[in-house]
Structure formats: structure tokens, C-alpha cells
T-cell receptor, first 111, second 113 residues
Framework: EDQVTQSPEALRLQEGESSSLNCSYT??????LFWYRQDPGKGPEFLFT???AGEEKEKERLKATLTKKESFLHITAPKPEDSATYLCAVQFNQAGTALIFGKGTTLSVSS | NAGVTQTPKFQVLKTGQSMTLQCAQD?????MYWYRQDPGMGLRLIYY???????DKGEVPNGYNVSRLNKREFSLRLESAAPSQTSVYFC????????????FGDGTRLSIL
């Protein structure tokens, strides 16, 4: 069973069509939940860290939220340049500083 | 700012050959990591070094060795490459302590024939 699950696997949006990506986790003792963006042929680029339920972080058209066992990445009025794979990762007490990654959601935004 | 630099960017090996992947960071981070990324599998931790002089196994360490050469550099070695090690390898670094984000290089694309 995957410890971190992201859905959907792929998402196609029209420019301006808002939506949300989901990341759920089964681990206990969460230390932090991280969102990354990955462009083709590049390494993951850090976006946000969330530490506790109820926390929210924003950056341009992206807003990340955290509940007890899941996180959402809301994309408001997306543009084609938001097209990328979005990765979620968790860090929990028993694993030190290691990150457990989900498989990602590939977002395509067309104009 | 260079951040995390990985060399080489691409490599093709034959089964049984050895290879060292190099990683250097210029952010004065204490912790460094090696991941592999395979289609449908996500990023998986191979080895990490919480601080200079220490290394620990991650989720998929078999077939690999690492060396933390100094605070800046962390290398990954394949002693006898196998086709199952065909993957994209990413190095990352972070400040010491929990909740610190990891910052990634752009990867080494390795094919083993």
C-alpha cells in the first residue's frame, strides 16, 4: 500500500479553469508535507511546506492546504505555464529527514 | 546561483560496468540525498547523509554505494551496473533538521544496456 497517494494522475484544464489536486497520506507522526513542481527534464522545484492541519500557503495562482490526512493544491485561473507535474512528499517522525513521495499529478493547461 | 549540480547529465553503460555520479551543492547545507525516479514509481530514496561523515540507507540501497566527500559533495557509485538500475538519478540537499525543504539538482539520466 502506498503511503502517499496523489490524485488524479493526470489533469487537463483550459486556461482560467480552476481546479484542485489531492495528496493523501497514511503515515502517522507527520512532521511536514511538501509540494514540488517538476518540469520535463528538470529536478523538482520546491513550492510549499505545510506543518499542521488548518495551515494554508499561497504563491501566485497556487494555494496549498492541509487537513488531518490530506492536502490540496488549488490552482486558480491557471495559465499554460502552470503545466507541469506536481509532486507531494511527506516527512514523518520515524523516517528522520527522508521524504516519501507520491507519484505525482501531471497538469496540462491549454489556451 | 548554482544550487545543486549533478554530473554527468546523461550516461550510457553496459551491464557490469561501474560508474560514479557526482553531486555538489553550494548552499552550505548539512544534509544530502540521492533518489531515483522511475516511470510509475515516483521518487525513491537510495541513500542519504544527514551530516558530513555520516551516511544511511534509504528505501532502495541495494547495488549502490555512497561517499560524503566533504560538506559540499556527495557521490553515488554503481559497482556493477544492471539494467534494473536504468533510471533518472536526483541529488538533493537541505539544511539540517526536520521540516527543511530539500532542493534538487536536474538529474543524471542513466541507461544500462
Amino acid at each position: 500500500e502506498d503511503q502517499v497517494t496523489q490524485s488524479p494522475e493526470a489533469l487537463r484544464l483550459q486556461e482560467g479553469e480552476s481546479s484542485s489536486l489531492n495528496c493523501s497520506y497514511t503515515v502517522s507522526g507527520l512532521r511536514g508535507l511538501f509540494w514540488y513542481r517538476q518540469d520535463p527534464g528538470k529536478g523538482p522545484e520546491f513550492l510549499f511546506t505545510l506543518y499542521s492541519a488548518g495551515e494554508e500557503k499561497e504563491k501566485e495562482r497556487l494555494k496549498a492546504t492541509l487537513t488531518k490526512k490530506e492536502s490540496f493544491l488549488h490552482i486558480t485561473a491557471p495559465k499554460p505555464e502552470d503545466s507541469a507535474t506536481y509532486l507531494c512528499a511527506v516527512q514523518f517522525n520515524q523516517a528522520g529527514t527522508a521524504l516519501i513521495f507520491g507519484k505525482g499529478t501531471t497538469l496540462s493547461v491549454s489556451s | 546561483n548554482a544550487g545543486v549540480t549533478q554530473t554527468p547529465k546523461f550516461q550510457v553503460l553496459k551491464t557490469g560496468q561501474s560508474m560514479t555520479l557526482q553531486c555538489a551543492q553550494d548552499m552550505n547545507h548539512n544534509s544530502m540525498y540521492w533518489y531515483r525516479q522511475d516511470p510509475g514509481m515516483g521518487l525513491r530514496l537510495i541513500y542519504y547523509s544527514a551530516s558530513e561523515g555520516t551516511t544511511d540507507k534509504g528505501e532502495v540501497p541495494n547495488g549502490y554505494n555512497v561517499s560524503r566527500l566533504n560538506k559540499r559533495e556527495f557521490s553515488l557509485r554503481l559497482e556493477s551496473a544492471a539494467p534494473s538500475q536504468t533510471s533518472v538519478y536526483f541529488c538533493a540537499s537541505s539544511d539540517q533538521g526536520s521540516n527543511q525543504p530539500q532542493h534538487f539538482g536536474d538529474g543524471t539520466r542513466l541507461s544500462i544496456l
